[in-house]
């Protein structure tokens, strides 16, 4: 397990009780260097959307739980927020919480000479993702997908 998986899944064990106590779920965890910088993201989620203030009160409470645990070498930046309309399906649980919704994904490399393409997500596994695009069932390799979200309707 790399460094960055070793922090996330630390920060997520941290996390947990937080969010219990506090009536979200996890939805990711992320630590990421951008720009030279590190952020350590903690995405949070409830039914109905969270609010400012669910995000205030357990990036407190994070804080607190990381300042005391201390695991972290190099200086961050500890972010917390809800993952968002248009959030990203990472993880297993992600995609089962997705079943029968739009999304849209973008591969590495272009499949029959396109990139990116729109559909219902209709199933997956360790290795593949099965949208629905126009009537038909289009499998994808997970590992050549760069990104896959759910579908922003307007």
């Not at 899944?9 to 969010?19: D, F």
């Not at 992320?30 to 959307?49: H, M, S, T």
């Not at 804080?63 to 070498?73: M, T």
């Not at 973008?106 to 219902?120: C, Q, S, T, W, Y």
Request: with cysteine.
């Amino acid at each position: 397990m790399s460094k960055k998986e070793e922090i996330e899944k630390k920060t997520e064990e941290l996390l947990a009780p937080i969010a219990n106590e506090h009536g979200v779920r996890i939805y990711d965890v992320e630590y990421v260097k951008e720009a030279g910088e590190w952020y350590l993201r903690a995405y949070i989620d409830k039914d109905g959307g969270v609010n400012i203030n669910d995000c205030v009160d357990v990036n407190h409470a994070l804080s607190d739980a990381l300042d005391v645990d201390d695991f972290i070498e190099e200086a961050y930046t500890l972010e917390v927020s809800s993952p968002g309309l248009g959030r990203q399906l990472k993880k297993d649980r992600h995609f089962e919480n997705s079943i029968g919704q739009d999304v849209e994904l973008k591969l590495f490399k272009a499949k029959d000479g396109v990139k990116e393409f729109a559909g219902v997500l209709k199933a997956f596994d360790s290795t593949t993702v099965t949208v629905t695009i126009n009537d038909k069932d289009e499998t994808f390799v997970r590992k050549e997908i760069s990104v896959i979200k759910l579908a922003l309707d307007f």
